[in-house]
């Protein structure tokens, strides 16, 4: 694999004015292993329009499916590290086509399930399915371009991530208009069989790597699954059982002890899950925090804006999902520019600009009310796409820069950990402040002047943590600096 990477890199920088075979090759590989990310990716939100309909089929109040997000996104945010670390061992591309056979079938189980249990368990593994590909993506990608075209690559994947979150609720409205709430995971069959496909045909094999024994934090990734899942429960059930319950007590005291045994693992073991140490580094600790709150903040309009537009405006199912995509349109025509104006003006300036637009349009939107304008609206949900746009690829480039190539699988984990704890975080977040703001759990036909008071409320909070983000960004960078000099050079493992 080294050979090859290295023969298309040669290739690829001749000045003969034309796109080489080499530079080609890599597009291709860039399409196919994004593909199951998209989709996984789609995955994550686009059950949030089904919701009405699902609560009705299984008798239940919509905050109670909650668990259909949030079951998903633990299992990404649990194993993402662990096949971060195993796959630099044993190699990418095994874990990545297992990964995708895993996703396929769990998805089809999802599709099937006769149950709400049935489908919180299947949606499980399909999260371990998708977590398992989801770690070799940046890496593999990485290795494949040179670093000139970092920003570009790293552009492409984050823009990926964001549209497959924002798309997701446009495709589910979509596909749940026309087959039901469950023509949402049997797509995800024929999708992800192309992508094994192509993986198993485009993707240069792995280097023998087996008889490597791969240090693996173990002990670790168990106490990391043992915070996230009891804090993730306890703010689950607090909004129903009472911030006083025992049960929610014990949970969110479980969460602090897993915490804190959690950092001391990682602090003192020779090989850790996630290297806290590089938290100290300026650039890296303060873009992490940044990243962290906008994945927090993608799901308060992918999760509200669904629910406002087709319970307050009274608008059909379909026309919801077709109104979702003007935010993953909008970031969709913008992460390619915010790329290339990273990797030519630095990383500090658009992402302070879009943690700005951000800012202000939760603060427009709390405002909306249930005679507003589609108009007002789609502009708003434009906005937010763009603040998405701008946002990813140049924080991500400034934080992978900061370490250097030698790191990147370490950064790379790390943020990919932190996105999908920070979208869980965020669904379990949105019910959680909606309901203290409403003064009721969310259903199927709550009258629209409640449903309004959890709506623009939570959007005040999100506009409070943007303003967090944005003062992060700030701390980023020293007087002078806009960009930490890029250290990375093309992975050839």
Same mark, same amino acid.
């Given at each position: 694999m080294t050979g090859r990477l290295r023969s298309m890199t040669e290739t690829e920088v001749q000045p003969t004015g034309r796109r080489s075979r080499g530079g080609m090759a890599r597009w291709i590989i860039l399409f196919s292993i994004t593909t199951g990310t998209f989709m996984a990716n789609v995955d994550a939100t686009a059950v949030v329009v089904a919701l009405p309909t699902m609560a009705r089929e299984f008798g239940v109040e919509i905050d109670s499916l909650q668990w259909v997000l949030s079951a998903y996104l633990l299992a990404i945010t649990a194993v993402l590290p662990f096949f971060g670390k195993l796959s630099d061992a044993i190699g990418r591309k095994r874990i990545l086509s297992v990964g995708l056979l895993i996703f396929v079938i769990a998805s089809l189980s999802v599709a099937l399930a006769p149950a709400l249990a049935a489908m919180i368990l299947f949606r499980v593994l399909q999260g371990i399915g998708a977590g398992m590909f989801m770690a070799t993506i940046t890496p593999m990608a990485l290795a494949s371009f040179p670093v000139a075209q970092r920003g570009r690559i790293l552009g492409i994947i984050g823009s990926t991530v964001a549209a497959g979150t924002l798309l997701g609720p446009a495709l589910g409205g979509v596909l749940t208009g026309a087959f039901g709430w469950r023509g949402i995971f049997l797509i995800n069959v024929p999708v992800g069989l192309i992508g094994a496909?192509?993986?198993?045909?485009?993707?240069?094999?792995?280097?023998?790597?087996?008889?490597? $024994?791969?240090?693996?934090?173990?002990?670790?990734?168990?106490?990391? =699954?043992?915070?996230?899942?009891?804090?993730? @429960?306890?703010?689950?059930?607090?909004?129903?059982?009472?911030?006083?319950?025992?049960?929610? =007590? !014990? %949970?969110? !005291? $479980?969460?602090?002890?897993?915490?804190?045994?959690?950092?001391?693992?990682?602090?003192?073991?020779?090989?850790?899950?996630?290297?806290?140490?590089?938290?100290?580094?300026?650039?890296?600790?303060?873009?992490?925090? $940044?990243?962290?709150?906008?994945? =927090? @903040?993608?799901?308060?309009?992918?999760?509200?804006?669904?629910?406002?537009?087709?319970?307050?405006?009274?608008?059909? =199912?379909? #026309?919801?999902?077709?109104?979702?995509?003007?935010?993953?349109?909008?970031?969709?025509?913008?992460?390619?520019?915010?790329?290339?104006?990273?990797?030519? !003006?630095?990383?500090?300036?658009?992402?302070?600009?879009?943690?700005?637009?951000?800012?202000?349009?939760?603060? !427009?939107?709390?405002? #909306?009310?249930?005679?507003?304008?589609?108009?007002?609206?789609?502009?708003? @949900?434009?906005?937010?796409?763009?603040?998405?746009? %701008?946002?990813?690829?140049?924080?991500?480039?400034?934080?992978?820069?900061?370490l250097g190539q030698d790191h990147a699988g370490v950064a790379n984990g790390t943020i990919a950990t932190l996105r999908n704890l920070g979208r869980s975080i965020g669904v379990a977040l949105t019910v959680l402040l909606y309901q203290l703001f409403a003064g009721s759990p969310a259903t199927a036909e709550i009258p629209a002047d409640r449903f309004l008071a959890g709506f623009q409320g939570v959007l005040l909070v999100g506009a409070s943590l943007a303003a967090i983000a944005f003062l992060a960004v700030l701390f980023m960078y020293r007087a002078g600096s806009a960009t930490p000099e890029p250290r990375c050079r093309p992975l050839v493992d």
């Open positions: 496909i192509g993986t198993l045909v485009l993707l240069p094999k792995d280097s023998n790597k087996w008889n490597r $024994a791969p240090q693996l934090d173990i002990l670790g990734m168990t106490l990391f =699954i043992a915070f996230s899942s009891t804090l993730l @429960l306890g703010l689950g059930f607090a909004p129903r059982l009472g911030w006083s319950s025992e049960v929610v =007590i !014990a %949970l969110l !005291a $479980a969460a602090m002890v897993a915490c804190a045994l959690f950092i001391l693992r990682e602090l003192t073991t020779a090989s850790p899950l996630i290297n806290l140490r590089f938290f100290r580094r300026r650039v890296y600790g303060w873009g992490m925090l $940044a990243a962290f709150l906008s994945y =927090i @903040l993608m799901l308060f309009p992918a999760f509200l804006f669904p629910l406002y537009l087709h319970d307050v405006l009274g608008w059909s =199912i379909g #026309l919801t999902g077709l109104m979702m995509t003007c935010q993953a349109s909008a970031m969709l025509l913008v992460s390619p520019v915010s790329g290339w104006w990273s990797d030519r !003006a630095g990383s500090q300036r658009p992402a302070l600009v879009a943690l700005a637009v951000m800012v202000l349009t939760f603060l !427009a939107a709390s405002f #909306l009310e249930a005679d507003s304008s589609p108009w007002l609206v789609a502009a708003l @949900l434009v906005l937010l796409g763009v603040s998405v746009g %701008l946002f990813s690829s140049p924080n991500i480039s400034a934080v992978m820069g900061d």
